[in-house]
Structures are given as C-alpha cells and as structure tokens.
C-alpha cells in the first residue's frame, strides 16, 4: 500500500521518526506490539529487494509513526523517503491488556516495540512504569514523546549521561507485581528473561528477529520456543519470555 508521508525527520544520533497517513479502515485495525514491512526502495530503483520491519511507535488519527535506527543501507535509504512510501501493516501478534501492572522494559530503539502499549495501557486507566535504557543520552531518542503522554518513566544509561547510571536490568527487580514486557537486543531480552525466571515475575519479549517476507512465507524469520519453530513475523514478534529461545 502506498501512503504519503506526513513527516520524517531526526531525533536525536541515528534515530528517525517516520509519520505516513494511512486509510482509517488500517489505522483503526493496528494493535499496540504490531509491525509494519516498509519498501525503502526509491522509486527508479529494484534493490534492495526485501521490506525492513519496523515497530508500530504511535497512532494518532490517521497518522501512523515508526521510530528507526540507521544500522546499514536500508534504514539510510529510508531517512532520504519524502513524498510517498509503500509498506504493509499492521502485521504479526499484540500486546493484551489484561492484568493491572505493566512495566515495559525498552532497550535503545526497542521504545518503538513497546510504546504504542504503554501509552494505551496508560490510557486504559492501567499502572504502567516504562524503563528506558541505552548506552547513552542520544540513545534515548523518544524521550519527548514519553513526556507528551505523561507515561511514567525512568531513563537509564550506561555512561550516566541520562537518568541513571547501569543496565536496565539494575532498576527492575523491585517490580514484583507488575507484568514485564520487554523489547531490545537479545543480549538484554536474556538478561531481562533470566531475571524474570529468577524472582517469578510473567515476562513477555518482543523480538527483533531478521526478517525476509514478513508474512509467514519464506520462514526465515524462525525462532525456537518450547513448541517448536514459530516464525516471528505470524506467531510473534511477542512471545512469553519462558517459552522461547532467546
Ligand atoms: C518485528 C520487528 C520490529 C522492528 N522494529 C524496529 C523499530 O521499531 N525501529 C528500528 O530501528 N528497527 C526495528 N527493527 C529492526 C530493523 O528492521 C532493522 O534494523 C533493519 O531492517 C535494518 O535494515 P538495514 O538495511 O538498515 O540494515 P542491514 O544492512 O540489513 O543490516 C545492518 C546491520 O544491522 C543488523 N541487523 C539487521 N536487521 C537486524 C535485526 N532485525 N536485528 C538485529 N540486527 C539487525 C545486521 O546484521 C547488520 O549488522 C525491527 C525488526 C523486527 C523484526
Ligand atoms: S519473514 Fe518470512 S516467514 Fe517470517
């Protein structure tokens, strides 16, 4: 589907935000946890071939928003995109909204996995705590938009530059009660499942996973759980944190 864009524009280091206007008809069917495969090909152009998936960071109205990293020549095609871009979306599994307590755990550009739930869970009269890590301040890029909503947050950075200093996983053992969802690179998704386990808090993960087709034809996004090969890009990206290989 071709949409037009709305904006697209730099954050903060190597993060973008991209807002296309999408028909009402999708807008009202997109879930919090969804993905969209986004064309970064211009138009004259056959290569690169293959979509890039992107988190669903926020709906408002008609316009729909992804927050993206430039991490190799894909996401830099994406950051020249002005007029118009194709994409299919809304894709693959969501978030429920069914307990009282939720603390989303995002790592770095992992904000655009879990975003969009905080900010309706919140909205829902739920309680919702957001830990936000990176290596450092620039990392933190949708910062903003956390204080536009009033979502409760802590910043964490590795070099102290914002919020606290150390890992995301330092802060979180005290939120016994709540439900964690998380979403960033896996060496954090581990570390953040393991801590799970360990006091016996539910953990859901959002996986990133490398992806081809993006709807469940090439199976190349495949990840291991305790039932067998689920492709992440049908059956996730969200997955309970005991059931997969991280
Ligand atoms: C469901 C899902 C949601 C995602 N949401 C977001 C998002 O909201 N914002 C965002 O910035 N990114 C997100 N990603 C990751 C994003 O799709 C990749 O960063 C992007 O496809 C890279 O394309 P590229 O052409 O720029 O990089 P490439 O040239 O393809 O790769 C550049 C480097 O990035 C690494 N890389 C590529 N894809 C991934 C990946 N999926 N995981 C880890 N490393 C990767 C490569 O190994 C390589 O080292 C998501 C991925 C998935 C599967
Ligand atoms: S990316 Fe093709 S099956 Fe998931």
């Not at 064309?39 to 890039?52: A, N």
């Not at 316009?63 to 991490?71: A, D, G, L, P, Q």
């Not at 539910?202 to 495949?222: K, N, P, T, W």
């Amino acid at each position: 589907m071709e949409v037009k864009i709305v904006e697209n524009r730099k954050l903060a280091g190597k993060d973008f935000l991209l807002t296309v206007e999408v028909p009402d008809i999708i807008a009202n069917k997109i879930k919090p946890g969804q993905f969209a495969m986004v064309d970064v090909r211009h138009f004259s152009q056959t290569d690169p071939l293959l979509k890039r998936p992107l988190g669903i960071f926020n709906i408002e109205g008609k316009n729909v928003s992804f927050i993206y990293r430039v991490v190799g020549r894909g996401t830099k095609l994406l950051t020249e995109m002005e007029d118009k871009v194709d994409l299919i979306l809304p894709l693959g599994n969501y978030f429920i909204d069914d307990v009282g307590r939720y603390l989303f755990i995002a790592g770095g550009i992992g904000i655009g996995g879990v975003f969009l739930a905080a900010k309706k869970f919140l909205q829902n009269g739920k309680k919702v705590k957001v830990v936000y890590g990176g290596r450092e301040e620039k990392d933190l890029s949708a910062f903003p938009f956390l204080k536009k909503y009033d979502i409760p947050f802590l910043s964490v950075t590795e070099d102290g530059s914002c919020g606290k200093k150390g890992l995301v996983t330092d802060f979180i053992s005290e939120f016994k009660d709540y439900r964690w969802v998380a979403c960033g690179s896996s060496g954090m998704l581990r570390a953040v499942k393991n801590l799970a386990k360990k006091i016996g808090v539910e953990c859901y993960v959002s996986i990133d996973e490398r992806m081809a087709c993006g709807v469940g034809g090439c199976l190349g996004c495949v990840v291991k759980t305790k039932s067998g090969y689920k492709r992440t890009c049908v059956e996730g990206p969200i997955f309970k944190a005991d059931e997969v290989e991280i």
